[in-house]
């Protein structure tokens, strides 16, 4: 069993950067790839990035590419999602999810409650 729970979320102009973190509890943290969802208002959620259990291999969806980056620390037992570059598009809500991978919720067992992210033009 893990819990998750994301931090960092908040408001920021276009252009700017936020951090978001997600701490799990439970000793198997380092057996489980993780991945990063949103959702916006009356939209599906929609994945993000993930990362292997090594922490290589990180995968995104293309509208992030090159402005978002997934990590993570095992040793902490939390992952991370550093946003640069924010467009107002990338208003949501943001959850991290722990489980076997890939880019579906499918993959993923183990959520957490979510951090809202708002970016003003």
Do not use: H
């Not at 700017?16 to 000793?27: D, E, K, Y």
């Not at 991290?96 to 003003?120: H, L, N």
């Amino acid at each position: 069993q893990v819990q998750l729970v994301e931090s960092g979320g908040g408001l920021v102009q276009a252009g700017g950067s936020l951090r978001l973190s997600c701490a799990a509890s439970g000793r198997t943290f380092s057996s489980y790839a993780m991945g990063w969802f949103r959702q916006a208002p009356g939209k599906e959620r929609e994945f993000v990035a993930a990362i292997t259990r090594s922490g290589g291999s990180p995968i995104y969806k293309d509208s992030v590419k090159g402005r978002f980056t997934i990590s993570r620390d095992n040793a902490k037992r939390t992952i991370y999602l550093q946003m640069n570059s924010l467009k107002p598009e990338d208003t949501a809500v943001y959850y991290c999810a722990g489980g076997s991978g890939g880019i579906t919720s499918y993959g993923y067992d183990y959520w957490g409650q979510g951090t809202q992210v708002t970016v003003s033009s």
